[in-house]
């Protein structure tokens, strides 16, 4: 399979990026637990990834697919330094207000286990993805694979490693098939999501060999 087409995510491409970051997701547990009512999910969930996406275009690495509406990937680099102004500008700070309190409390609930999770396991630089979503009718075309290979390339040159957390039980043979390996599995205890976290190290590069005469 010819590997697709990415780019970096400009101003003019956030709202489709949102929206299909929102169809990627709408199954997913975590999002699903942070909008249980469908039809509310499919209405906030582009509002709720498109303060995520400006997030990462201030703090890290957004790339999308060169097609249209195919997906989206945040990565946060090692010499990141996120901000509270960032978080603010980005809109995170006002999550409540584009989605409700209650759906921001339920997703800062997620969130500040993952981070607690992340803090622990991941003490040495290294990148972070944020995000990852492939919309449906672009799945298993290797789109998922394509927005991660520059981080890869990026983290692989550097020698560091990448680290990652999905709710979602069916991406635990996805990214392993990627070099990535579970570190821990776990249950936030207030809303019952199961979460694992992963771990992929950098690839180790040898250099050509050159020989003299």
């Known amino acids: 399979m010819a590997r697709r087409q990415v780019g970096h995510l400009t101003d003019s491409r956030l709202g489709e990026a949102a929206e299909a970051l929102s169809q990627a997701f709408h ?17 906030l969930s582009p509002l709720h990834f498109a303060a995520i996406l400006r ?32 978080a603010e500008t980005s809109g995170l700070t006002r999550l409540g207000e584009a989605i409700g309190a209650d759906a921001a409390a339920r997703f800062s609930r997620a969130v500040d ?15 972070y993805v944020m995000v990852l979503g492939v919309a449906p009718a672009f799945q298993g ?10 981080m890869f390339d990026i983290a ?9 957390e999905t709710t979602q039980p069916k991406n635990v ?20 999501l199961h979460m694992w976290t992963f ?15």
């Open 27 to 43: 199954e997913d547990p975590l999002q699903s637990y942070t909008f249980p009512d469908p039809e509310e999910r499919r209405r």
């Open 55 to 86: 997030y990462g275009q201030l703090a890290g690495h957004v790339l999308a697919g060169a097609e249209p509406g195919s997906g989206a990937i945040v990565a946060i680099p090692p010499d990141a330094a996120g901000t509270p102004e960032m």
């Open 113 to 127: 286990y993952a981070e607690t999770q992340h803090r622990r396991l991941m003490q040495e630089p290294h990148w």
């Open 141 to 150: 075309q290797g789109y998922g694979r394509a927005l991660l290979q520059p």
């Open 156 to 164: 692989d040159n550097d020698g560091v490693p990448c680290y990652l």
């Open 173 to 192: 043979k996805f990214y392993e098939r990627l070099g990535f390996h579970v570190l821990t599995t776990g249950v936030e205890p207030e809303s019952g």
């Open 199 to 213: 771990r992929r190290d950098p690839a180790r590069w040898v250099p050509e060999l050159t020989v003299d005469g």
